[in-house]
Nanobody
Framework: VQLVESGGASVQAGGPLRLSCATS????????MAWFRKAPEKKREAVAM????????AYPDSVKGRFIVSQDNDKKTLYLQMNSLKADDTGIYYC??????????????????WGRGTQVTVSS
């Protein structure tokens, strides 16, 4: 499975930004895809998860109501719509996926496949 993120940019606080993650390779059997964020001097954290089996999404409180994860109909591209961006949203955003089981977890160690990341910088 190959994952390639795009869409990172420098934006003003309060603005929107949409990230994309193009998937290719042996994508059959993917149960969960997620967006993670690595902010400077912080641990990498999950900011959005999409459960392919259940069709459900999950977000941490820090982004709930502002971020929306979605995919296109053929499941080839994962998106992260980010609204009302804050300086704290600055970081490298990674797309990740796993085939382990039907659960989406927030632990980055549970994900087998990763993109290289795309930088998002929010200035206040």
């Amino acid at each position: 499975v190959q994952l390639v993120e795009s869409g990172g940019a420098s934006v003003q606080a309060g603005g929107p930004l949409r990230l994309s993650c193009a998937t290719s390779g042996d994508t059959d059997g993917i149960y969960c895809m997620a967006w993670f964020r690595k902010a400077p001097e912080k641990k990498r954290e999950a900011v959005a998860m999409l459960n392919y089996m259940a069709g459900s999404t999950a977000y941490p409180d820090s982004v709930k109501g502002r971020f929306i994860v979605s995919q296109d109909n053929d499941k080839k591209t994962l998106y992260l719509q980010m609204n009302s961006l804050k300086a704290d949203d600055t970081g490298i955003y990674y797309c990740a996926a796993h085939k382990k089981d039907g659960y989406c977890r927030r632990n980055d160690g549970d994900y087998e496949y990763w993109g290289r990341g795309t930088q998002v910088t929010v200035s206040s």
